[in-house]
T-cell receptor
Framework: GAVVSQHPSWVICKSGTSVKIECRSL??????MFWYRQFPKQSLMLMAT?????????EQGVEKDKFLINHASLTLSTLTVTSAHPEDSSFYIC???????????FGSGTRLTVV | QQQVKQSPQSLIVQKGGIPIINCAYE??????FPWYQQFPGKGPALLIA?????SEKKEGRFTISFNKSAKQFSLHIMDSQPGDSATYFC????????????FGQGTTLQVKP
């Protein structure tokens, strides 16, 4: 079946530093990848959509310069949280949509804690 | 128009019961309706999905009922088990377009032994 690997599972960083989260589709080519943010006991909030080789499309209210998304290949997308602050602490989840008919595969998520 | 409304917010059933979670949508262009199960600290996992040309789909103990005219769909979990205790999300998308998945608010299910 389709597998999406997301790393790291958790990360703690100091305020002001940057953190990179990787999302890889292991056994299929992901034409589109999505990045979500989830706060405790809340639903998934879509942050941005990225297509391989193109600039990401950000949802309204999401800061492009803070959340840098790169989708350089059909199997890898990265989310970089720049100059992280405690309010950026959250659970970040990627999802990949490939050529599989009607299917999205989610990564296992990354718990980011900014101290 | 992009919203998917999910209810109830939480649900408690006894083992063997049949919890039912409901979702409603507005955008008639949606053509893919999945349900996801999420455990704490994990990403969502696809349970079952349906297309609008089908009124019901069963996979194991999970059944989706779809009412196109009412723009509603629901998840039924047959013979629920304590291991089914999790948060369930419905979602909808226009798969062939940007394919953005719009999620419902989530339902926390507790199945008591």
């Amino acid at each position: 079946g389709a597998v999406v690997s997301q790393h790291p599972s958790w990360v703690i960083c100091k305020s002001g530093t940057s953190v990179k989260i990787e999302c890889r589709s292991l056994d299929f080519q992901a034409t589109t990848m999505f990045w979500y943010r989830q706060f405790p006991k809340q639903s998934l909030m879509l942050m941005a959509t990225s297509n391989e080789g193109s600039k990401a499309t950000y949802e309204q209210g999401v800061e492009k310069d803070k959340f840098l998304i790169n989708h350089a290949s059909l199997t890898l997308s990265t989310l970089t949280v720049t100059s992280a602050h405690p309010e950026d602490s959250s659970f970040y989840i990627c999802s990949a949509k490939g050529q599989i008919r009607y299917g999205y595969t989610f990564g296992s998520g990354t718990r980011l804690t900014v101290v | 128009q992009q919203q998917v409304k999910q209810s109830p917010q939480s649900l408690i059933v006894q083992k063997g019961g049949i919890p039912i979670i409901n979702c409603a949508y507005e955008n008639t262009a949606f053509d893919y309706f999945p349900w996801y199960q999420q455990f704490p600290g994990k990403g969502p996992a696809l349970l079952i999905a349906i297309r609008p040309d089908v009124s019901e789909k069963k996979e194991g103990r999970f059944t989706i009922s779809f009412n196109k005219s009412a723009k509603q769909f629901s998840l039924h979990i047959m013979d629920s088990q304590p291991g089914d205790s999790a948060t369930y999300f419905c979602a909808a998308s226009i798969y062939g377009n940007t394919g953005k998945l719009i999620f419902g608010q989530g339902t926390t299910l507790q199945v008591k032994p």
